[in-house]
């Protein structure tokens, strides 16, 4: 099969892209795990929900920065949102960078408030108001939302990869799902680490958490063989060879790690925060990878 063709130029994404995809997805994925503790979890859950939603929100403040600083000024990042013409809102729903600057915003609402009601049930009185509005039916209506703009957050990013004309990216089109399940299985270990550094957390919600960080880990091994399938198909699977190899390993050893904690007694002695590490990476790997390889 001829390889596929690809007419656009390289849009030139550095680091501070990949700081905000990642940064993103680690956003996005930890609000939908408090979601998941807080609506279906048992009582002893809830602290760990408290722990997803602040993390959520603080994961999700450099991601603005992040954007500005790849745009080069603040105007063009507000220009996104607004039209100077005539000071409307600048909303494009048929333009991928329009929907994810909105979503973006509305996520940032939603995981605010949320990191709001955290606080207070941990103890800072003075947010007390907003969690007593996020209990019950409201509570869980604003997370399920929340949730819902958190995985577009996740997902967006590959889908707008995905819609380009760049070798890669558009011959893989389940990078959507793939940075989706990436960001629940960074969040997960982003969550057992925390909570393995904290005495508070029960047990069972560790043991949980590991058992979701695996099932997310499946299903991003999953949809990443899809993905890696669909390059090859398309012709373009050498961009993604050679020195990219090594990415290529971090990706596999931090998917690998939660299964070898759990599997192996050997590995059983490495210290909890090993395994969460190299997920973390592990998910960082894959958004380099996919970045960066397209460019080359």
Known sequence: MPPAEHFAAPPGWEWWILGYFFFGGLSGGS??????????????DQRAARIAFIASFLALLPCPIFLIA?????????NMLFDASNGGLAFKPWSPMSLGSWALLG?????????????????????????????GTVG??????????????????????A????????????????????SLTGAAALLLLLANSRR?????????????????????????????????????????AGV?????????????????????????????????????LSVLALRALVIFSAQS
């Open 163 to 182: 819609g380009s004309n760049q070798p890669v990216w558009s011959d893989g089109w389940p990078l959507g799902g793939v940075f989706l399940a990436s």
């Open 140 to 161: 869980a209506v604003w997370n399920v939302i929340g949730t819902g703009l958190g995985f577009f957050v996740c997902g967006y990013t590959g889908v707008l990869l």
């Open 200 to 240: 508070d957390i029960d047990a069972g919600t560790t043991v949980r958490l590991a058992l979701a960080d695996r099932n997310f880990a499946l299903l991003e091994i999953a949809l990443i063989v899809v993905f890696v399938v669909t390059v090859a198909l398309a012709g373009t699977i050498g961009k993604m």
């Open 31 to 44: 609000y939908a795990i408090g979601t998941l503790l807080r609506l279906v979890g048992t009582a002893a």
């Open 70 to 78: 790849d745009l080069g000024q603040p105007l063009r990042f507000i």
């Open 244 to 280: 990219w190899l090594l990415l290529w390993l971090v990706v596999i050893v931090g998917l690998a790690a939660p299964f070898a904690i759990s599997r192996l007694a050997s590995a059983r002695r490495w210290a909890p925060v090993t395994a969460s590490l190299l997920a973390l």
């Open 107 to 135: 996520f940032g609402l939603f995981s605010f408030v949320s990191f709001l009601g955290a606080v207070a049930e941990s103890g800072w009185h003075a947010a007390d108001p907003i969690a007593r509005i996020l209990r």
